[in-house]
């Protein structure tokens, strides 16, 4: 892979990627998107990264953040901590994560439906809506000094939702509405897939990286909330703290390994405006910096 003078990753004039989304929520404080990008070139390294981390761990099966609640020797979750070793040291070489932290308590739930409308159906509303918001910036973010950067595929962790619910078609609808000159989306709908590779026979290998983004949001998500005191769960964020310490301190260091590969992003920074939720967000309404509730596996800090 080609460097460049401070021995990152060289920028492409081109680049066609995939995309594997996944989310957390928690409570009725914050909703996260997590979105892997991968270059389709990229595709089979990671591929292969994610299933040495397998055999080290000798666990083949599917992994599923939320329902790690064995010993801290399973080999369950000698396999989570391998996939964040694996994040940490090595996945930046490849791709590139975006997570996104909706504040849901600066949204105004009144303007995603009247008040007829059930609280589910406002918040599959909202969750398009800042799907939508994730996947435009994470776009804009890491490619907008490209020429061109072309989405092969989505891909999203198949869940149970309304017969009318848009998100498989409606967000990729308004990105390309917008009609950014270098950003190009060849598939018309987000492909959802189980994340059991065992039992998605189309999609097997995809539904691998489903399960990562799925253990990286969960443990990211555990660093900032700190919301199980389980020690299996308090062990994983212990390893993912040290990254998402340097990137909420500064993700602007071009030192870092992580510059231009990872963000965390929280929106908005104070309530919005009804105006304000449907236009184009300002800048000044992303931040970055968050109180920690994980401090460290020993001491554990729970003011926000």
Same mark, same amino acid.
């Given at each position: 892979?080609?460097?460049?003078?401070?021995?990152?990753?060289?920028?492409?004039?081109? &680049?066609?990627?995939?995309?594997? #989304?996944?989310? !957390? !929520?928690?409570?009725?404080?914050? $909703? =996260? #998107?997590?979105? $892997?990008?991968?270059?389709? &070139?990229?595709?089979?390294?990671?591929?292969?990264?994610?299933?040495?981390? !397998?055999?080290?761990?000798?666990?083949?099966?599917?992994?599923?953040?939320?329902?790690?609640?064995?010993?801290?020797?399973?080999?369950?979750?000698?396999?989570?901590? &391998?996939?964040?070793?694996?994040?940490?040291?090595?996945?930046?070489?490849?791709? =590139?994560?975006?997570?996104?932290?909706?504040?849901?308590?600066?949204?105004?739930?009144?303007?995603?439906?009247?008040?007829?409308?059930?609280?589910?159906?406002?918040?599959?509303?909202?969750?398009?809506?800042?799907? &939508?918001?994730?996947?435009?910036?994470?776009?804009?973010?890491?490619?907008?000094?490209?020429?061109?950067?072309?989405?092969?595929?989505?891909?999203? #962790?198949?869940?149970?939702?309304?017969?009318?619910?848009?998100?498989?078609? #409606?967000?990729?609808?308004?990105?390309?509405?917008?009609?950014?000159?270098?950003?190009?989306?060849?598939?018309?709908?987000?492909?959802?897939?189980?994340?059991?590779?065992?039992?998605?026979?189309?999609?097997?290998?995809?539904?691998?990286?489903?399960?990562?983004?799925?253990?990286?949001?969960?443990?990211?998500?555990?660093?900032?909330?700190?919301? +199980?005191?389980?020690?299996?769960?308090?062990?994983?964020?212990?390893?993912?703290?040290?990254?998402?310490?340097?990137?909420?301190?500064?993700?602007?260091?071009?030192?870092?390994?992580?510059?231009?590969?990872?963000?965390?992003?929280?929106?908005?920074?104070?309530?919005?405006?009804?105006?304000?939720?449907? +236009?184009?967000?300002?800048?000044?309404?992303?931040?970055?910096?968050?109180?920690?509730?994980?401090?460290?596996?020993?001491?554990?800090?729970?003011?926000?």
């Amino acid at each position: 892979m080609k460097k460049d003078l401070f021995g990152k990753p060289a920028t492409k004039r081109m &680049e066609s990627i995939l995309v594997f #989304h996944d989310e !957390r !929520r928690y409570g009725k404080e914050w $909703l =996260y #998107h997590g979105l $892997l990008a991968i270059p389709v &070139e990229n595709f089979k390294d990671v591929l292969q990264g994610l299933n040495l981390c !397998r055999d080290s761990a000798k666990y083949y099966r599917e992994l599923h953040f939320c329902k790690i609640t064995e010993e801290k020797y399973s080999n369950k979750i000698k396999l989570a901590r &391998e996939w964040i070793k694996y994040f940490r040291n090595k996945y930046y070489n490849a791709g =590139y994560l975006y997570f996104f932290g909706v504040c849901c308590q600066n949204i105004n739930y009144d303007v995603f439906g009247d008040s007829k409308d059930k609280r589910s159906q406002k918040d599959f509303r909202i969750y398009n809506r800042f799907f &939508e918001m994730a996947l435009f910036s994470m776009l804009r973010f890491f490619f907008k000094n490209q020429d061109k950067v072309t989405v092969s595929e989505i891909f999203s #962790h198949a869940s149970d939702r309304p017969g009318e619910d848009p998100f498989p078609h #409606h967000p990729i609808y308004k990105i390309k509405k917008r009609k950014v000159k270098n950003i190009h989306i060849d598939t018309s709908r987000v492909t959802q897939i189980s994340s059991n590779h065992e039992k998605e026979d189309a999609y097997s290998s995809e539904s691998q990286c489903i399960q990562f983004i799925d253990c990286i949001i969960g443990s990211i998500g555990q660093v900032l909330d700190c919301s +199980s005191k389980k020690e299996c769960f308090v062990e994983l964020a212990d390893l993912m703290l040290p990254l998402v310490r340097e990137i909420t301190s500064n993700q602007y260091n071009w030192r870092s390994d992580y510059y231009k590969r990872y963000i965390l992003n929280f929106f908005p920074r104070k309530a919005l405006e009804v105006k304000e939720i449907y +236009s184009e967000p300002r800048p000044a309404m992303f931040f970055y910096k968050r109180n920690l509730k994980l401090t460290n596996k020993d001491q554990l800090d729970f003011g926000f």
